[in-house]
């Protein structure tokens, strides 16, 4: 069988250009990253030079299921089928190489380095401990909660030092204020919104990468905290909120640590 598209897909095994695959699912794209991955390893000193990367772990384990089938599958295709014949064609060449180079991977399939985008970041991470910073081994974890806590530790952090952005300091100060300076309080409300982010981080921030958008999330949030402290506080809001404005000036210009752990939790979990 020959793929109607098979003018194509020759081109796109050549080793001298960057390629974009763009097709349906069931089309054929893993198949041509199988024969890319082939053509690749023929050129190669070792097989750990070449690596594809994935999202998961059984599409990293399908691309080496397929490298390794086409190299131990030696019966030649038959006649007529274009598809067939190309993907013998490169299995055979990188058996050649194999057997000049020593690398003995139908015994050692643990060379062929198909791993996730995570794996490849972690084995890097590895073999460059001093420059990663980083050290020991690393392990994926699927729950990113205290990143996120980090991260909005951090925001904050940087927010109520003596040198933050104006706009800034008052949006996390307002923030503050409407949760009675409880830090952990507002980073549990925080956090669960992070982890909802898919929701409404297209909607509030759009689709460009902008410096700006954590900086109109927080404004976001403060605006959203005042009205909730409005609906509360009646017609007290305004006065309560000018003496609030009123005394930032000077919040700002105390001591960065002591402004600081002000507003941050305690290690057992209250306001500091």
Request: charged residues 25%.
């Amino acid at each position: 069988m020959t793929p109607p598209d098979q003018t194509a897909r020759a081109r796109a095994l050549r080793l001298d250009r960057h390629v974009v695959a763009i097709a349906p699912a069931g089309s054929g794209k893993t198949g041509l990253l199988v024969q890319r991955f082939l053509a690749a390893l023929a050129t190669c000193d070792r097989p750990e030079q070449v690596v594809a990367i994935t999202f998961t772990t059984k599409a990293a384990a399908e691309i080496r299921d397929r490298v390794l089938a086409a190299l131990t599958h030696t019966a030649p295709p038959p006649a007529g089928d274009d598809y067939a014949a190309q993907h013998f064609a490169l299995a055979e060449a990188v058996r050649a190489r194999d057997a000049a180079l020593g690398w003995a991977l139908a015994d050692t399939p643990s060379r062929l380095r198909a791993q996730t985008i995570d794996g490849l970041n972690a084995a890097i991470a590895a073999e460059l401990p001093l420059l990663s910073g980083l050290g020991g081994r690393l392990t994926v974890s699927d729950d990113p909660r205290g990143l996120i806590e980090a991260a909005v530790d951090g925001v904050f952090d940087a927010a109520l030092r003596p040198q933050a952005d104006a706009e800034l300091f008052a949006a996390a100060s307002g923030l503050l204020a409407a949760v009675d300076n409880r830090l952990d309080s507002l980073t549990q409300s925080l956090v669960e919104l992070m982890e909802r982010r898919d929701q409404w981080s297209r909607d509030l921030l759009g689709a460009t990468d902008d410096d700006s958008a954590p900086l109109a999330l927080l404004v976001e949030l403060q605006c959203e905290a005042q009205q909730r402290l409005s609906d509360v506080l009646g017609r007290d809001t305004e006065r309560l909120l000018e003496a609030l404005r009123l005394a930032a000036p000077d919040c700002r210009q105390g001591n960065d640590h002591n402004q600081r752990d002000r507003f941050r939790r305690g290690r057992d979990g209250n306001a500091a």
